[in-house]
């Protein structure tokens, strides 16, 4: 795909589809639920399909499925799924799912594409082992994931690495366990299932880093989707990156766990503007932000969660800021569809940034002319993304490889993306 020079000003609003990790949640925990669970605004991409491939092999039962809507409802009592279960590039899934089947009789095998399979499951399983239950990896702690459920006791899980995927999973074994569960993490992650449970009618409690949910039935719930703050990112980045650029986005996740990015920006020079318009199930509303003069700045392990998939974003905004900044406490994007640490790296060398790869992140020289050329976004959706929004600030074309992979979670990027360009 040829991605061209752009203009300098952008005037535009943008609507971005459904939040991934929200849609994920309320696919899986329609498991959990009693009555029919409604999903408005979903986002119905690759990885999420997979969930739904999940919950179906377990007795959910797809009663709508169309643009917009998604209405799920389980059938009795969950039951041993009749084969093997592929959540194809999906992380969340096999995590979340891992803790999901703990609670189902029987055995359940998931597996997942090349990429997938390369990624550390030994740090969902652990966790697991710790409740009680029976999981089990390859000896590289990879997948396939297999689990033996019905044995869950509770009890305490201690997280050697900040993951909310493995967090969520312990919480989601904790439903169906024979005794409360409590999972004490490192530093704060993404809070969406402990927001999700409570919202059903579940019992969970917060004290500083421990999470405690008690094992009991949820209520389903019919909520709107708000979307996707990592897919409304990529929009504002582009505005930042260039001053008097202006995007306009609508209806985003507002959630503080997830807004890091944003408040970067801001940190950064961007004029950063956030309206919450409503707080069902989570904090909604609006973003404005306005592309201004960008100076360096220092991202840290603890900025980290908050902003996890935005961090590649980051580097390239690093590229026009004054000054040389530092992006460190970032190693888990090593472990990503790609590892992303290099991979960004890879790209925008190749565009001409002043950029040192570092284990846990980079050091950025700004500011940096960034030119065309071919790049290869390594099957990652993200790294694709982010090859696009080079493209609105580099001299020449760049030839990208591999922008097909955007189906994984933003399927109508790119036609959203020519569209507002004005082609």
């Not at 990790?21 to 925990?29: D, E, F, P, Q, V």
């Not at 030994?122 to 997948?143: D, F, H, I, K, N």
């Not at 992650?189 to 019992?203: K, N, V």
């Not at 390239?316 to 800021?321: M, S, Y």
Request: proline content about 6%; charged content about 25%.
């Amino acid at each position: 795909m040829e991605l061209t020079v752009w203009p300098e000003r952008l005037d535009g609003r943008v609507t971005v589809p459904g939040d991934k990790s929200l849609t994920h949640r309320g696919i899986l925990m329609a498991a959990l639920a009693e009555g029919p669970m409604e999903l408005r605004g979903w986002l119905d991409a690759a990885d999420t399909r997979a969930s739904l491939r999940l919950a179906q092999a377990v007795g959910v039962r797809v009663e709508a499925v169309r643009p917009g809507f998604l209405q799920l409802v389980r059938q009795g009592a969950l039951h041993e799924p009749n084969g093997p279960i592929d959540c194809g590039n999906s992380g969340t899934t096999m995590r979340l799912g891992a803790g999901l089947v703990t609670g189902i009789e029987g055995l359940s095998l998931l597996t997942g594409d090349t990429s997938l399979s390369r990624r550390p499951m030994a740090r969902v399983a652990e966790p697991l082992r710790q409740l009680g239950a029976t999981v089990l990896t390859r000896r590289s702690g990879t997948a396939p994931v297999v689990v033996w459920g019905g044995s869950t006791k509770g009890g305490r899980a201690e997280l050697e690495v900040a993951s909310a995927q493995v967090k969520s999973a312990c919480l989601l074994a904790g439903i169906r366990a024979e005794g409360p569960v409590t999972v004490r993490e490192p530093r704060p992650t993404r809070d969406h299932t402990e927001r999700m449970i409570r919202a059903m009618g579940g019992e969970i409690t917060v004290d500083g880093g421990a999470v405690t949910v008690f094992p009991g039935p949820l209520e389903a719930i019919s909520f709107a989707v708000p979307g996707d703050p990592s897919s409304a990112a990529f929009w504002a980045a582009m505005a930042a990156l260039r001053p008097g650029r202006q995007i306009v986005l609508e209806n985003v996740l507002l959630n503080p766990r997830r807004t890091g990015f944003f408040r970067l920006l801001a940190k950064a020079g961007a004029d950063v503007t956030m309206i919450e318009q409503g707080d069902i199930p989570e904090p909604w509303g609006q973003i404005v932000v306005t592309g201004g003069p960008l100076k360096a700045f220092q991202l840290g392990a603890d900025d980290i969660p908050a902003m996890v998939d935005e961090v590649p974003l980051a580097a390239l905004i690093a590229t026009q800021a004054e000054g040389t900044s530092e992006i460190s406490g970032a190693d888990e994007l090593r472990v990503k569809e790609s590892d992303r640490i290099q991979v960004t790296y890879t790209i925008l060398r190749a565009l001409g940034a002043r950029i040192e790869e570092r284990s846990d992140g980079w050091s950025i020289d700004g500011i940096s002319p960034l030119r065309g050329g071919p790049v290869d976004a390594r099957g990652d959706h993200r790294m694709a993304m982010l090859t696009a929004v080079a493209s609105t600030v580099a001299e020449g074309s760049i030839d990208l490889k591999g922008e097909e992979s955007v189906a994984i979670s933003y399927p109508d990027f790119f036609k959203e993306f020519l569209t507002l360009k004005g082609e």
